[in-house]
Structure formats: structure tokens, C-alpha cells
């Protein structure tokens, strides 16, 4: 059975999109959520082997939610998803406990690269 | 008036031509389809009319709009008519299955357009700013550009006396959509701009 995957993104259309992506590739997309506090609580209630994580929602963003599942669980691993100007959120997010990043909008191939390399 | 000289101008087309540049490679990648967009005019001017600019009359509209953050803040709105939004949801093709302005996955993609474009433009303005500013969540409207142009310029902008409107041009799915992308900073984010752009110019 493919690794469980939670995806994580206020767009509605970009969960779609990356879902789609990985349950091509054969991982398992178990969960959505659309803000960092929904992400909180579908992480401790799914458990995923990984989480794509948002950076730019609203309620709670996604370096704030990194924080928080890092400290419910220091082995999660967690691959953020950024828009184009958010170096600086990124590197914030990695020393948060990120494992890496990938760019919206999505390039299939660097997707499937990046969640299986974090998964290994 | 605040004055914009033309060299000025200038700069700022320039940096909007970039933003358009890597506007239309992102949107590539999102649509999985070429798209191309270009800048034919930029031009400043006070809030009322630019309102003025944006605004086509009886006609209804889409409008996506950004707040910015970071070390530039402001908001943008970029406007669409019905017809080009419908257009760029059939762009989309098999993986909007509704492409309807009032189903939610189709405003989500509209959105995800909006902040794209929003997006590339303050990335270009702020490598040029060497400063770092970002969008915050997309917000839709749907209806007669009347209703919501001037309200979207100007609300939660009362420190915002002026805006930058750029006509864009995009090409997407054989056909050229005409759409209108405004930037309305705040005032100290304005000055930090007409500064790095130089006072005087040339
Ligand atoms: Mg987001």
C-alpha cells in the first residue's frame, strides 16, 4: 500500500491538483486541510507518513503549523509548498524541521522527487 | 499630484514586463498549456481614476485580489470580464470538470491565476527592491465591475492615494484576453519605491 500522505493548502484547486498528482504517482492522499490549525488536528487524528505543507493561509499558516507538529511529533516529516517570492519562509520552515520544498505551481516530476526523497 | 516622472515609468513597465515574463511561465505549468502575457501600457494615477480604468460599465466582471506583505504592503486586483474568466476555466481543460463561475474548484483555480500573476509582480518589484514581499490568501468577486472595482481599490487602503495599473494582454487556449492588474501600495511602501526608482529619474 502507497505511503499516506496529508495535503495541506488553503486553494481548494491545489489540493486537488497536488492529490491527483500523488495518487498517480501511488502514494495515498488520506487527508485535506485547508489551514494550519485543521492541519494540526487531521495530523494527530491520520497519522501520515508525510504532510505537503502550504505556507501563505489564513487562521494559522503553514510555518506556524510545522512548529506545532514537530512538537506533537519530532519525526514528522514534512515537505512545504511555497509560491514564488518566499525564500525567507522557506529557510524558516526548514529550520522549523521541514525536510524540503517544492514550488507552486507544481512540476510533477519535482513533486514525486521531493515526497520520495523525504519519505526515505 | 504625486509625479511619476516617465523614467520612472519607465522602470516600473520594465519590472512589470518581468512579472508578466514569469507570470506566464508559472501559468504554463498550472494550465499545462502555453500561455504568454505582455504589458502594452502601464500607468499611475489617483485612486478615482484608476477606478475609472478598471471599471467597465454594465459589464459583469471577475475580480481576484491579493494584500501584499513583507517589506511592501499594499493590494492588487486583477480584473477580468466574464467572457476571458470563463475562457482561461476551459484553458484548464479535463482538470476542471465544472467550468462555472459560481462552482468553487473553478474560483479556486481563478484564484490560484490571480495570485500567480499578483505573485510574479511583486516578486519582480521586490528582487528590484532587493527587499522580500509576499501575497497574502486570495479573495473572488463575481459581478458588474461597477459594484466592486472602487470598493476593492479603496477599502483597507486609507493610506493609499494612488494607483499602478498595468493593461495586460494574456494569450491563452488561441485567443488574446485584455485584463487589467492594479497595484494600490501603501503610502510608506510607495515612497520606499519612488526612492529606489530615484527622485529625479534619468
Ligand atoms: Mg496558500
Redesign the interface.
Known amino acids: 500500500m502507497g505511503k499516506k500522505i496529508l495535503v495541506v493548502d488553503?486553494?481548494?484547486?491545489?489540493r486537488?491538483?497536488l492529490s491527483d498528482h500523488l495518487t498517480k504517482a501511488g502514494f495515498e492522499v488520506v487527508g485535506q486541510a485547508e489551514n494550519g490549525a485543521v492541519a494540526i488536528i487531521k495530523y494527530k487524528e491520520l497519522r501520515p507518513d508525510m504532510v505537503t505543507m502550504d505556507i501563505?493561509?489564513?487562521e494559522m499558516d503553514g510555518i506556524q503549523a510545522v512548529k506545532e507538529i514537530k512538537k506533537f511529533d519530532p519525526a514528522a516529516r514534512i515537505v512545504m509548498c511555497s509560491?514564488?517570492?518566499?525564500?525567507?519562509?522557506v529557510m524558516e520552515a526548514i529550520q522549523a524541521g521541514a525536510r524540503d520544498f517544492i514550488v507552486?505551481?507544481?512540476?510533477v516530476t519535482r513533486v514525486v522527487q521531493a515526497v520520495t526523497k523525504a519519505l526515505s | 499630484m504625486q509625479q511619476v516622472s516617465s523614467f520612472q515609468l519607465d522602470v516600473l513597465n520594465e519590472i512589470g514586463n518581468i512579472g508578466a515574463g514569469n507570470a506566464a511561465t508559472a501559468l504554463s505549468l498550472l494550465m499545462g498549456s502555453p500561455v504568454d502575457m505582455t504589458l502594452p501600457w502601464t500607468k499611475f494615477c489617483p485612486l478615482e481614476e484608476g477606478c475609472a480604468l478598471l471599471s467597465r460599465p454594465d459589464e459583469v466582471g471577475v475580480g481576484v485580489q491579493v494584500g501584499l506583505d513583507g517589506s511592501v504592503t499594499g493590494r492588487m486586483l486583477l480584473t477580468f470580464d466574464e467572457a476571458s474568466a470563463l475562457h482561461i476555466l476551459l484553458a484548464f481543460g479535463d482538470m476542471l470538470p465544472e467550468k462555472d463561475l459560481d462552482n468553487e474548484m473553478a474560483r479556486s483555480a481563478l484564484m490560484e491565476v490571480g495570485n500567480i500573476v499578483a505573485g510574479s509582480f511583486v516578486t519582480a518589484l521586490s528582487e528590484f527592491l532587493k527587499a522580500s514581499a509576499w501575497c497574502s490568501p486570495p479573495t473572488l468577486v463575481h459581478d458588474y465591475f461597477d459594484a466592486f472595482v472602487c470598493t476593492v481599490m479603496v477599502s483597507g487602503c486609507q493610506d493609499t492615494d494612488y494607483v499602478l495599473v498595468f493593461k495586460t494582454e494574456l494569450q491563452v487556449g488561441g485567443k488574446v484576453l485584455h485584463s487589467d492588474l492594479a497595484f494600490m501600495p501603501a503610502e510608506d511602501s510607495f515612497r520606499m519605491i519612488m526612492n529606489a526608482l530615484g527622485a529625479t529619474g534619468g
Do not use: N, R, V
Not at chain 1, 488553503?10 to 491545489?14: E, G, K, T, V
Not at chain 1, 507552486?104 to 512540476?107: C, I, M, Q, R, T
Open positions: 488553503d486553494a481548494a484547486f491545489m486537488m491538483m501563505t493561509m489564513p509560491a514564488m517570492g518566499q525564500q525567507q519562509m507552486k505551481p507544481f512540476d
